[in-house]
């Protein structure tokens, strides 16, 4: 079984994906944690990203396809994967299914989380990271407290390109290629939505309705 979570950045894709990593002993391969991943070697090739990034552009399908392949193969599986954020247009939806091809596997289902501009554009403002365990944290929605979160206050930090103008210049780009990925998915019968506009608990419950029925 292969998921791919699909949405617009600020959706709550990473938060979900973490919970089914956990409940359904998946491997989560995420487009952004391997950009950031990149940026922090502060390789001639993260550099290059970073730029593109702060900028709000996407960072070319080119560099991501081989990031994801090169994870594939250093993890070792190929099967019970999450993608999180990948893939983004219909080029890289059409070589994520030339390498479920390669490694004998495919794509069992498309989650797509449905959610306002407005809240899209709160959420990413109010988005915290933790830099010591990696959770996150919302100061809107979903804030840090004593009870869901154990680390000092001082390690939240907010992602460099958390910024308004290039969120919108984000969703833009997003909303452009929106439409030809949804319609391949769909033709194929592997298209779910989902009200991402919902809270987190009511999202994973409908997310594990449609894995289990899948899995049945």
Known sequence: MNIVLFGPPGAGKGTQADNLVKDFNLIKISSGDLLREEIKKKSPLGDKIKL??????????????NLIEITLINKNCFDRIIFDGFPRNLSQAKTLDGFMT???????????????????????????????CGLIFNEFFNPSTKENHKCD???????????????????????KETLSIFNYYKSQNLL?????????????????????????
Do not use: W
């Open 153 to 175: 206050l001082n390690f939240l930090l907010k992602r460099p390109d958390d910024n308004e103008k290039t969120i919108k210049n984000r969703l833009a780009i997003y909303q």
């Open 52 to 65: 593109t990034v702060d900028s709000g552009s996407l960072v070319s399908d080119e560099i991501i396809n």
């Open 192 to 216: 779910f939505e989902i009200d991402g506009m919902k809270n987190i608990a009511e999202i994973y419950k409908k997310i594990c309705q449609i894995i289990n029925s899948i899995e049945a």
């Open 102 to 132: 390669k490694y004998k596997q495919k794509i069992s289902c498309v989650i797509s989380l449905k959610v306002n501009e407005n809240v899209i554009v709160k959420r990413i403002l109010g988005r915290q990271v933790c830099s010591k």
